[in-house]
T-cell receptor, first 112, second 113 residues
Framework: KAGVTQTPRYLIKTRGQQVTLSCSPI?????VSWYQQTPGQGLQFLFE???????NKGNFPGRFSGRQFSNSRSEMNVSTLELGDSALYLC???????????FGSGTRLTVV | AQKITQTQPGMFVQEKEAVTLDCTYD???????LFWYKQPSSGEMIFLIY??????QNATEGRYSLNFQKARKSANLVISASQLGDSAMYFC??????????FGSGTKLNVKP
């Protein structure tokens, strides 16, 4: 079966712009989590959605938001981009919240 | 506060030998889960092994085993018979009582031929 699909794979944006990243979970998985990975901070949890509801949220500013659709696909939006937002953004899905997650290959965002 | 510590930024191991990657965690939760993930240079995180806090036996998955020492709060990953394809970053992670995940800083493993 298909794995977790993240689009796009690479993205270059300018400071001040906004960006939307997409994640399609494994079929049947209802939980989707987002992580930011940077060399300095490592992997940091952004938020988790389950059945279209945000269940958990990490310590990120309000510029970072997300949503989940009825088909479990999820989007993450970052507004007013800053240079420090350059990172690999990973999406992970699971059958249940807190389960063993399967990760996608990530979207590498570069802010210039 | 929950915290995962991986003290080995980089490790080398000879092909076909075993290697242990260290992980310690800090939590006051009674119920939690411990995970190990592998991240090759492609970026994808690959789930390797899981250990529940109430599991009495150490988890094993093929060449991977988790050396769980609850009193010491350690969850070391043991890879037996290393292969060149095992070269990657390895992350230890913990799921807390609220189903939040916390990751360590990772260990870069290099397998030498």
């Amino acid at each position: 079966k298909a794995g977790v699909t993240q689009t796009p794979r690479y993205l270059i944006k300018t400071r001040g712009q906004q960006v939307t990243l997409s994640c399609s979970p494994i079929s049947g998985h209802r939980s989707v989590s987002w992580y930011q990975q940077t060399p300095g901070q490592g992997l940091q949890f952004l938020f988790e959605y389950f059945s279209e509801t945000q269940r958990n949220k990490g310590n990120f500013p309000g510029r970072f938001s997300g949503r989940q659709f009825s088909n479990s696909r999820s989007e993450m939006n970052v507004s007013t981009l800053e240079l420090g937002d350059s990172a690999l953004y990973l999406c992970a899905s699971s059958l249940i919240t807190g389960g063993g997650y399967t990760f996608g290959s990530g979207t590498r965002l570069t802010v210039v | 506060a929950q915290k995962i510590t991986q003290t080995q930024p980089g490790m080398f191991v000879q092909e076909k030998e075993a290697v242990t990657l260290d992980c310690t965690y800090d939590t006051s939760d009674q119920s939690y889960g411990l995970f190990w993930y592998k991240q090759p240079s492609s970026g994808e995180m690959i789930f390797l092994i899981y250990q529940g806090s109430y599991d009495e036996q150490n988890a094993t998955e093929g060449r991977y085993s988790l050396n769980f020492q609850k009193a010491r709060k350690s969850a070391n990953l043991v890879i037996s018979a290393s292969q060149l394809g095992d070269s990657a970053m390895y992350f230890c992670a913990m799921r807390d009582n609220f189903n939040k995940f916390y990751f360590g800083s990772g260990t870069k493993l290099n397998v030498k031929p």
